[in-house]
């Protein structure tokens, strides 16, 4: 296997593994829950959603023929009105992350070192992708934190629940 397939297979695992944090998230919400904000200034889930859509959909269009920064997002318009329902929110995300994968999955030897212009910045492939990805992984903090606080007691862990990383190990280890 190459570099490029190496590299490509890893950032969609992290990109996977991401984009299922987020949906296990949205599994335990409510459409209430996912309009809810701790304060009036602050972001809902489907306003955090809606933000990531129109970054995924701007970045990853015509990925290494155009500006990541596309004359067409309203990046502003992405903080207000947020998807009415989670079944509108979801129908966007996939869109969003469909755009994603398809870019990704078109990297190879041949674009490989074409530059990469975000804002009129050049970027290397590897570093507009790990761009994104640290973009994306913030805000799908963000959306696992509020869904841990409104949930409380009826959170399911995204991962390795408190108190059970020792019986988690040993099914790992065989220990």
């Known amino acids: 296997m190459s570099f490029v397939d190496d590299y490509k297979e890893s950032m969609l695992f992290e990109f996977n593994r ?12 409510t459409n209430e829950d996912l309009h809810w904000t701790y304060g009036e200034a602050d972001n809902s889930i489907a306003i ?28 502003e318009s992405e903080f207000v009105a947020p998807y009415q329902n989670k079944e509108e929110m979801l129908l966007h995300w996939n869109k969003g992350w469909d755009c994603l994968f398809t870019a ?8 490989f070192n074409t530059k990469i212009k ?14 994104q990805l640290a973009h994306y992984a913030g805000h ?12 409380g007691k009826k959170w399911q862990s995204l991962s390795i629940p408190t108190g059970k990383s020792e019986e988690f190990n040993k099914k790992m280890f065989g220990k």
């Open 18 to 29: 991401n984009k299922t944090m987020a949906e296990k998230t949205f599994d335990q919400l």
């Open 118 to 131: 975000i804002r009129a910045v050049e970027h290397s492939v590897m570093a507009a992708v790990s761009r």
């Open 140 to 151: 799908i903090a963000q959306i696992a934190y509020v869904g841990r606080m409104l949930k």
């Open 48 to 75: 955090i959603v809606k933000h990531m859509v129109g970054n995924m959909l701007s970045r990853w269009t015509n990925f290494f023929t155009e500006d990541g920064e596309k004359e067409w997002r309203n990046r």
């Open 104 to 111: 990704i999955d078109n990297i190879n030897e041949d674009n």
